[in-house]
């Protein structure tokens, strides 16, 4: 993850002003398919995952799981935070390791358990991560092993969510509006001046999923009747950046390369624009390249 992200149009607000994508009618038989069984049919998962730099572990997470609890699915995506180039955390684990327990936890509370909320499945995931480190770490170390979190949960008759941290969720409605759920803390801060890791976790600053499982009342959350949703993203700032940081195209556009062409061909997008700026002189970034994970549902 990169803190200090170039604050952009895309991330100021907490819910962007809807754009609608091209061809994004439904067909008449999907509406009447949704309002006669609550579903429109099989649903299209697909996810694609990079790592920044091939010789380091890929610190991203991401999941989707068909059924949840018998009916509809879940997504979960999750972008560890680079440690310190000290590789001072007070732990003894790497962030590949926390986002696989804490992403491992999350899918199996937010699928199997759905009378919890998705902030108490991240509470309780946060919860049994933090027990799984052991005595040996310093869990209140400020840079203690930490993730961004996007989850999402649907069912025929509504659609959870929650975003902490600066990875994306998009959601595309019935009538093809997309909007983008954001947390922009760290964009607003960006703003102001350089992101430092005093504001990290902090009242006033902004807030990661680490050990504290107060964090979860800092997301951004919300409830869809499920018949107005007919696409779901979710995007590591990686991928993210294809909107965020390159500006090849605003969210509507995102979403209609991974419906048209895949979360793969959006990376791959990525890429090649890194590699066309390879001092990062044209764009402002953080990284070069950083992980980039991206997962699209068609529901
Ligand atoms: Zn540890």
């Known amino acids: 993850m990169i803190v200090g992200v170039v604050p952009s149009p895309g991330n100021r607000h907490l819910i962007n002003r809807p754009a609608r994508r091209k061809d994004a009618r439904q067909p008449p038989w999907k509406s009447r398919l949704v309002r006669q069984l609550g579903h429109t049919g099989p649903m299209r998962i697909e996810l694609a995952g990079l790592p920044g730099d091939p010789a380091r572990p890929n610190e991203d997470f991401v999941s989707a799981v068909l059924p949840a609890s018998g009916r509809g699915g879940v997504l979960v995506l999750l972008d560890g935070v680079t440690p310190p180039p000290s590789g001072d955390d007070g732990c003894a684990h790497s962030v590949a390791w926390f986002t696989a327990r804490l992403g491992g936890a999350l899918v199996e509370l937010c699928a199997a358990r759905r009378e919890m909320s998705l902030r108490a499945c991240l509470a309780e995931a946060i919860v049994r991560t933090a027990a799984a480190h052991g005595d040996g770490c310093d869990l209140a170390h400020r840079r203690t092993p930490q993730a961004t979190v ?46 430092t890791d005093a504001q990290r976790n902090a009242e006033g600053g902004f807030f990661t999923a680490a050990a504290d499982p107060a964090v979860v009342s800092r997301a951004v959350t919300g409830v869809l009747p499920r018949a107005e949703v007919r696409a779901l993203a979710a995007l590591s700032d990686g991928a993210s950046r294809w909107v965020e940081v390159f500006r090849a195209g605003d ?46 549902v068609e529901l």
């Open 150 to 195: 996007v989850l999402a949960r649907w069912d025929g008759t509504r659609v959870e969510h929650l975003v902490l941290s600066d990875s994306v969720l998009l959601v595309e409605a019935a009538d093809g509006a997309v909007t983008a759920v954001l947390d922009d803390r760290i964009a607003r801060l960006a703003a102001r001046g350089p992101v």
């Open 251 to 296: 969210w509507a556009q995102c979403l209609g390369l991974l419906a048209k062409s895949g979360p793969s061909a959006l990376i791959d997008r990525v890429r090649a624009a890194e590699l066309a700026d390879p001092q990062c002189a044209a764009f402002r970034r953080g990284k070069a390249h950083d992980d980039a994970s991206a997962v699209y």
